[in-house]
């Protein structure tokens, strides 16, 4: 069975500064894929990336970076000079190969609050 | 860019009544899912769709039922409320061949 665990519930930082959202995950596939969804205050979800499990290269774009560890078990989200836009709950997500078509039966986290404040 | 429409975004019913929760998708992908979001559980899968008619499983299906008539439009029912079903429901799509998952508003149900 899969798991994801987001161990921060909510975390409060003021604008400016960096933050780290932590990612664990736990399955027996050697194949998977991760995700990260951005959830604003209006409710839909919102795509930021998708890593496969045979690609642990570090990824940034423009303010957001993912540091994938497979060693860890981990995919971690920061946010460089977080702005009060950022303020929203970050879902981690995971699906394993072998699905009807990948991320179609994703287990996500428990959901990390994050409040920017000015 | 895709659009995954929910009818509802707030709704209060009675306990007992039959709820419908529609989701329609303008991009022809062949699945679709309802998801629930509770706080401290994250989002977990109810039913999902591969194909018209089609549906499996997910996994908290009790006490739900979906429909999937047309491959555009995938129904949620709650065929008797129950107050414990007072939650917010998401709808999503995904293509096939594709790799991201769409998501919906969602719809804000609360059950009295």
């Known amino acids: 069975a899969q798991k994801v665990t987001q161990a921060q519930t909510e975390i409060s930082v003021v604008e400016k500064e960096d933050v780290t959202l932590d990612c664990v995950y736990e399955t027996r596939d050697t194949t998977y894929y991760l995700f990260w969804y951005k959830q604003p205050p209006s409710g839909e979800l919102v795509f930021l990336i998708r890593r496969n499990s045979f690609d642990e290269q570090n990824e940034i774009s423009g303010r957001y970076s993912w540091n994938f560890q497979k060693s860890t078990s981990s995919f971690n989200f920061t946010i460089t000079a977080s702005q009060v836009v950022d303020s929203a709950v970050y879902f981690c997500?995971?699906?394993?190969?072998?699905?009807?078509?990948?991320?179609?039966?994703?287990?996500f986290g428990e959901g990390t609050q994050l409040t920017v404040n000015p | 860019d895709v659009k995954v429409t929910q009818s509802s975004r707030y709704l209060v019913k009675r306990t007992g009544e039959k709820v419908f929760l529609e989701c329609v998708q303008d991009m022809d992908h062949e699945n679709m899912f309802w998801y629930r979001q509770d706080p401290g559980l994250g989002l977990r899968l109810i039913y999902f769709s591969y194909d018209v008619k089609m549906k499996e499983k997910g996994d908290i299906p009790e006490g739900y039922s979906v429909s999937r008539e047309k491959k555009e439009r995938f129904s949620l029912i709650l065929e008797s409320a129950s107050t414990n079903q007072t939650s917010m429901y998401l709808c999503?799509?995904?293509?096939?061949?594709?790799?991201?998952?769409?998501f919906g508003e969602g719809s804000w149900l609360t059950v009295v």
């Open positions: 999503a799509s995904l293509h096939s061949s594709g790799n991201t998952i769409y």
């Open positions: 997500a995971l699906s394993e190969e072998g699905q009807e078509t990948s991320g179609s039966r994703l287990t």
